[in-house]
């Protein structure tokens, strides 16, 4: 069990990134949500007018939750996360180009062939040494020839981890998916406890979801499925410590957690495969 409020994270500066963006970044939690399933959540706050966040039209190997903190998130062509929304953003699916500006957002980055923070930061020092450029989210370098290679900034770090060449799955949803959880009706769940049901997506059987306390009550997250609890209403409570809103609890696989709050209390679930028997 991981709980964190992330109002009470530092900020750290992020200038040296995939994108070469001003950004910074708090990095909530890296781990596993499955034997061989590695994952990256984090806090990102990004920067205002010319200092906002751009990037070109792209697509990724890895499938993302994203939820906006404060502001919105423009990822192109219609694609806006406003404050208080969830997204999913499924494997191999374009978005872009992509401008967020003055926002800030909570994210779950996740996939089987998974590259770390550390790994990240490593191989982009190992790629600048080797004479590449990363700008606006294109990493540049030129051949033996003198010709310039392009390619995105981050699958082009995942290449220089894993020493091959990147093949991105055929998405199975075309696009990301913007979820507006007001728009939802809350209906009986537990005793006393209501549930929006969000979404549920992919062959992976990710479940999106919202949860009402209607009293005090506790609620088990139990184990076989990595769980994550994102506080966005009220406060709760786990092994007697006390969380403010936009905090968040992890329940991993091999674990059952039992989360306490109070009447009014409102929570985002996700909840991520199951594992295998």
């Known amino acids: 069990m991981y709980a964190v409020d992330l109002e009470a994270l530092p900020w750290q500066d992020a200038s040296v990134n995939t994108r070469s963006m001003p950004l910074h970044r708090k990095v909530v939690r890296e781990g596993e949500l499955l034997p061989g399933v590695g994952y990256t959540s984090r806090s990102l706050k990004f920067g205002a007018g010319a200092d906002a966040f751009t990037t070109p039209r792209h697509h990724h190997e890895f499938a993302q939750i994203r939820y906006t903190l404060r502001g919105s998130q423009d990822f192109g062509r219609g694609f806006v996360l406003p404050q208080g929304w969830v ?9 872009g180009p992509q401008r967020v500006d003055s926002a800030e957002s909570f994210q779950i980055q996740w996939s ?51 020493g091959r060449e990147l093949v991105i799955p055929e998405p199975q949803y075309s696009t990301p998916i913007m979820i507006n959880p007001a728009a939802f009706k809350w209906r009986p769940y537990l005793d006393g406890l209501s549930v929006k049901t969000l979404g549920r997506f ?17 609620l088990e997250l139990p184990l076989g499925r990595t769980q994550v609890l994102l506080c966005t209403e009220g406060s709760f409570s786990v092994n007697g410590a006390s969380y403010p809103k936009h905090s968040v609890v992890w329940s991993d696989w091999d674990e059952s957690v039992d989360v306490t709050a109070p009447e009014g209390t409102e929570v985002l679930r996700f909840e991520f495969a199951e594992l295998e028997s």
Request: net charge negative.
């Open 87 to 95: 997204s999913f953003f499924p494997t191999g699916a374009y978005y």
């Open 112 to 162: 089987p062939v998974w590259v770390t923070h550390q790994q990240t930061m490593e191989a982009i020092a190992r790629l600048q040494a080797q004479g590449g450029r990363f700008e606006k989210g294109i990493f540049s370098i030129e051949d033996e020839g003198g010709h310039t290679k392009r390619k995105d900034a981050v699958n082009a770090v995942w290449e220089a981890v894993y």
């Open 202 to 218: 992919s062959d992976e059987d990710l479940t999106l979801s919202a949860i009402r306390w209607d009293s005090h009550r506790s």
